[in-house]
């Protein structure tokens, strides 16, 4: 079954640490992305995401500018993030997503917990699945290396990003619309 990425209710944020101090956050505010697979058996999702990297905003204009530039998602020449996904596999109430997370060029793997919400049909008659994907990178594996070193040590920004993705997709139109029409194909 195919399902897609309902933009309207999904956020896709990241936090990392400033200084040791403090958490900054941040989210994207363009993505797309699609879903196959049995909303009654997770494992069987198959899901790739595309993020516009231009559409950062942490909440401070200079700070986006700079997140843009070369020294991090250098979106002139690499303007999307891409995930695609290998496999889910149940742990306990969870589930791990396993899958290829592509910025600056650079493929790593990742794994991500996700966290069910469920099925629910909303007051138009749209089928919606949903759920929180989370877990933590490394910036530096994707040559994300710009820093500052603090006189106290430590540094300006953490290497660690963690990645949270509060998910709604819904049933896609095209597949509703050749369920349909192999239904009334087969009821002929």
């Given at each position: ?5 309902d ?11 400033h200084?040791?101090?403090?958490k ?9 992305g699609e ?6 058996d997770?494992?069987t ?7 516009d990297l231009?559409s ?18 250098d ?16 742990d ?14 650079l493929t ?7 966290e069910?919400?469920?099925e ?12 929180t ?10 040559d994300?290396?710009w820093?500052?070193?603090l006189?106290t ?5 953490s ?6 993705i509060?998910?709604q ?6 597949a ?5 029409d ?6 002929a």
């Amino acid at each position: 079954m195919a399902w897609t990425i309902d933009t309207a209710h999904t956020t896709v944020g990241f936090m990392a640490r400033h200084m040791g101090l403090s958490k900054v956050r941040g989210q994207f505010m363009s993505f797309r992305g699609e879903v196959e697979g049995d909303p009654t058996d997770i494992t069987t999702a198959r899901a790739r995401f595309e993020v516009d990297l231009a559409s950062v905003d942490s909440g401070n204009p200079d700070r986006d500018t700079h997140l843009k530039s070369p020294d991090f998602f250098d979106v002139a020449n690499h303007p999307t993030m891409v995930f695609q996904s290998k496999s889910v596999i149940r742990d306990g109430d969870d589930y791990k997503l396993v899958g290829d997370l592509t910025i600056k060029g650079l493929t790593r793997e990742v794994e991500l917990t996700y966290e069910h919400g469920g099925e629910a049909t909303d007051p138009y008659g749209n089928r919606k699945v949903g759920g929180t994907l989370t877990g933590t990178i490394k910036r530096s594996d994707w040559d994300l290396t710009w820093n500052v070193p603090l006189d106290t040590g430590g540094w300006l920004v953490s290497d660690n990003v963690t990645i949270e993705i509060d998910l709604q997709v819904a049933e896609s139109q095209e597949a509703v619309e050749l369920e349909t029409d192999i239904e009334s194909r087969i009821s002929a």
